[in-house]
């Protein structure tokens, strides 16, 4: 529970302080190699227990003073510290006085009135508790910003990950609808084989990106995997009109990508490039890399065939992906959409890494 994990700090804290302030105290003897007194052991010995009994009192009464307001608990640490002080010094001034009474010269201790023992004492109890009270204070307070921001981190890793999820899941309908319309085309038209295979193609590409984690990376090659899988279920629809080449260096194909991270943006093309046109339209996607970032590039040649460059949409897609790309990245990664004369050009930035930096890290 916290508040044990806060008392056994405390009392860490409280042992330390306390053989450090006897180890100051009986520095002269220890350094000259001499005995150390009977009553002055004793002394030390009670001042031990007694300043570890009290230190956990004030121990106690800072955790409780941490639940009033900040200049309250000041306060209220204060008083309570300099009450320690005062009640040790009197317990240490009648120890004091009572040892010298029964063993005399063999005490080693010196003879003075019960006020000047506890004034010369006071001030060394009072620098310690308040050294103490002041340690302990700032120990448990750092420990609670600790505490908070890993709570904190946490609730904005769940608000992440379900920002993910549902950007991930909300594409998902989309796409669905869009190719459930195409397999009803199909089979209007009578291509009975050509909707059969697309529904075999997509029940498999659905299965295998409804199996991806939405909150997870995967690797590019898994990545253009999927993609292809999604292109496989468009060339059915159009045939001949639809190229698609991929251009990826071997050794980016275990880069990590956010799932699902392509298909949003090739299903824009086909939507803005393919559809509309009655010629073969290309589709390229290409992987480089510089100063540590990975780009991907997609691009079309449709708009060729219209004569003038038109926008290649700016809805659901690339919203998403943009919202995604920012979710795993913050600011450091970027989506560029160009209209061009020959086509329609998206490029994505994002951090150059690897799985087995990522696991080491």
């Not at 306390?18 to 002394?43: E, F, H, T």
């Not at 040892?99 to 009072?126: C, D, I, K, T």
């Not at 659905?206 to 898994?222: F, G, H, I, K, Q």
Request: overall charge neutral.
């Amino acid at each position: 529970m916290p508040w044990r994990r806060e008392f056994l700090t405390g009392m860490a804290l409280t042992i330390l302080l306390w053989i450090v302030a006897l180890l100051l105290w009986g520095a002269n003897d220890i350094a000259s190699g001499r005995r150390l007194p009977d009553g002055l052991r004793l002394l030390q010995g009670a001042t031990l227990v007694i300043g570890v009994s009290l230190s956990a009192v004030l121990a106690g009464c800072i955790v409780l003073a941490r639940r009033l307001p900040q200049r309250q608990a000041i306060a209220a640490i204060a008083v309570v510290a300099i009450a320690i002080a005062l009640l040790h010094g009197a317990i240490d001034t009648q120890i004091h006085l009572s040892l010298v009474e029964r063993l005399g010269a063999a005490s080693g201790l010196r003879r003075a009135p019960w006020v000047r023992l506890f004034n010369g004492g006071l001030m060394p109890f009072a620098l310690i508790y308040g050294l103490y009270a002041t340690a302990l204070a700032l120990m448990l307070s750092a420990r609670a910003v600790r505490v908070s921001e890993h709570r904190l981190a946490e609730a904005r890793n769940a608000a992440q990950n379900a920002e993910l999820a549902a950007l991930r899941f909300q594409l998902n309908p989309h796409f669905l609808f869009n190719t459930l319309n195409a397999i009803s085309s199909l089979i209007v038209t009578n291509r009975n084989a050509d909707a059969d295979r697309m529904t075999m193609k997509l029940s498999d590409f659905l299965r295998l990106t409804l199996e991806a984690d939405p909150e997870a990376e995967v690797t590019l090659d898994e990545e253009l995997a999927t993609t292809q899988s999604y292109l496989d279920i468009e060339a059915v629809r159009f045939g001949e009109r639809l190229r698609f080449e991929f251009e990826c260096p071997a050794t980016l194909l275990e880069a990590r990508v956010p799932s699902f991270l392509l298909q949003p943006i090739v299903e824009n093309s086909i939507k803005y490039a393919v559809l509309p046109s009655r010629l073969p339209i290309t589709l390229s996607l290409r992987a480089t890399c510089a100063d540590e970032m990975l780009q991907l590039r997609i691009k079309d040649d449709g708009r060729q065939s219209f004569g003038t460059p038109s926008p290649g949409g700016t809805g659901l897609g690339l919203r998403n992906v943009r919202k995604r790309l920012t979710a795993f990245y913050g600011d450091q990664c970027d989506l560029s959409a160009t209209a061009t004369d020959g086509g329609f050009v998206v490029v994505l930035t994002l951090p150059l890494r690897f799985a087995e930096k990522i696991e080491a890290a």
